[in-house]
């Protein structure tokens, strides 16, 4: 069983930044892609980010050059780096692994960002 544990997220003024890790525990062979999603209220989830274990990467419009994934394959760990946040950057982001051929999602963290 593999289990990703969030972290990073919480309150932050427009125009700051977060970084938000996730943390793949358990017995694992390989992590394929790793990416964030989000889900603002009254909406559907949508993709942020991806990167293969090549580390090719994929970004939503609305974030390109403003977030930054990133993996530490020794570590396990994936993160997104979030700069100059937005009001509408607020939401629930979830990791994505894709593990051991299964897929698996973290827990969670909120992101809220006022203006």
């Known amino acids: 069983q593999v289990q990703l544990v969030e972290s990073g997220g919480g309150l932050v003024q427009a125009g700051g930044s977060l970084r938000l890790s996730c943390a793949a525990s358990?017995?694992?062979?390989?992590?394929?892609?790793m990416a964030w999603y989000r889900q603002a209220p009254g909406k559907q989830r949508e993709l942020v980010a991806a990167?293969?274990?090549?580390?090719?990467?994929n970004y939503a419009d609305s974030v390109k050059g403003r977030f930054t994934i990133s993996r530490d394959n020794a570590k396990n760990t994936g993160y997104l780096q979030m700069n100059s946040l937005k009001p509408e950057d607020t939401a629930v982001y979830y990791c994505?692994?894709?593990?051991?051929?299964?897929?698996?999602w973290g827990q969670g963290t909120q992101v809220t960002v006022s203006s």
């Open positions: 994505y692994f894709h593990v051991n051929y299964e897929s698996y």
């Open positions: 990167i293969t274990s090549g580390g090719t990467t």
């Open positions: 358990g017995t694992i062979f390989s992590i394929n892609a």
